[in-house]
């Protein structure tokens, strides 16, 4: 994989009475199938991955997963056999209607289904051992990508034209990528990750990988994870009318939602320059859509 080139920032116009300045990152124009995050991610896992002489990458994640698509996508690219546990049996009924399980078989990925009972023991070392029973040698990947060499990708998400922002926001999943962030973050600037999960070890699980305290964690799961309601759609829809930028309905949508309302309430001091990160997901907007049909709820644009 070679190093993306410098992504843009671009300003979103805030109401001058707010008293702060805006823009995003937008990292999900690194590549068209590993965008954002996962691209940082993965960067120096498949590099570690040709070191090391494996011909196989296995990992894990949900059925509309952008882990298991940009996973998939990478073995496509670079000559890797791919292969997928994903979280759920029931889901290889409706495997052909899914729009990331498609593109993931479509590059070439096996996909493996387990009960979600059994995913809990995905991190067991003897978990892994039936694995390699199953499938011979192959280097693990975590579910959402998270490990140090994840973490070293998505410490070189900030550059140099940075520097001029006190506040980084981001969205959460694992923690990797929020955790590069706080490691990269010059000692000025905070670090804010707005997560996605109900997760209670989420926080420890980022401090395994950070030393610095320049960071804070809220909530912005929007009822919970993967889910929607009709204020985030509008949202959504609107912002992508209003500044040309689509948001992905599980990640930084939900960032993004949070980070005006608060803006909006006055959260943060006059004159605070705020970057916000987009980190992709957007292969999510079609399941998410698929998932839409199905209710009475109204589509993402």
Same mark, same amino acid.
């Given at each position: 994989m070679n190093r993306p080139l410098e992504t843009i920032n671009q300003k979103i116009p805030i109401d001058p009475k707010f008293g702060v300045s805006l823009s995003i990152k937008r990292d999900d124009l690194i590549d068209t199938e590993i965008s954002g995050n996962k691209f940082r991610k993965l960067f120096y896992n498949i590099r570690e991955a040709r070191a090391q002489h494996h011909q196989t990458i296995l990992t894990f994640g949900g059925a509309f997963s952008n882990h298991i698509a940009a996973v998939a996508a990478c073995g496509h690219r670079y000559g890797f056999k791919t292969i997928g546990i994903i979280r759920g049996e029931e889901v290889k009924f409706f495997e052909q209607d899914n729009p990331t399980l498609r593109f993931a078989k479509k590059m070439g990925m096996e996909l493996f289904y387990i009960s979600r009972s059994n995913y809990k023991n995905k991190e067991d070392v003897n978990f892994s051992e039936d694995l390699k029973a199953i499938f011979g040698k192959f280097m693990l990947l975590p579910e959402g990508g998270t490990n140090d060499l994840a973490v070293k990708g998505c #410490? #070189?998400?900030?550059?140099?034209?940075? @520097?001029?922002?006190?506040?980084?926001?981001?969205?959460?999943? *694992? =923690?990797?990528?929020?955790?590069?962030?706080?490691?990269?973050?010059?000692? &000025? @600037?905070?670090?804010?990750?707005?997560?996605?999960?109900? %997760?209670? %070890?989420?926080?420890?699980?980022?401090?395994?990988?950070?030393? &610095?305290?320049? $960071? %804070?964690?809220?909530?912005? %799961?929007?009822?919970?994870? =993967?889910?929607?309601?009709?204020?985030?759609? #509008?949202?959504?829809?609107?912002?992508? *009318?209003?500044?040309?930028?689509?948001?992905?309905?599980?990640? *930084?949508?939900?960032?993004?939602?949070?980070?005006?309302?608060?803006? #909006?309430?006055?959260?943060?001091?006059?004159? *605070?320059?705020?970057?916000?990160? &987009?980190?992709?997901?957007?292969? =999510?907007?079609?399941?998410?859509? $698929?998932?839409?049909?199905q209710t009475d709820l109204p589509q993402l644009i």
């Open positions: #410490e #070189e998400i900030l550059s140099a034209k940075d @520097q001029t922002f006190d506040l980084i926001c981001c969205s959460v999943g *694992t =923690g990797g990528t929020l955790a590069g962030l706080i490691n990269s973050a010059k000692p &000025h @600037q905070r670090v804010v990750g707005y997560s996605s999960v109900k %997760d209670p %070890d989420l926080k420890r699980g980022i401090c395994r990988f950070v030393t &610095h305290n320049n $960071w %804070d964690l809220f909530q912005a %799961d929007c009822g919970g994870y =993967g889910k929607v309601d009709p204020s985030l759609i #509008e949202f959504i829809n609107g912002f992508k *009318t209003s500044f040309n930028i689509p948001l992905d309905p599980v990640y *930084t949508g939900k960032m993004m939602y949070h980070l005006m309302r608060q803006i #909006e309430q006055g959260v943060f001091p006059k004159g *605070t320059n705020i970057l916000a990160i &987009h980190t992709g997901g957007l292969q =999510g907007v079609a399941g998410m859509n $698929w998932r839409l049909k």
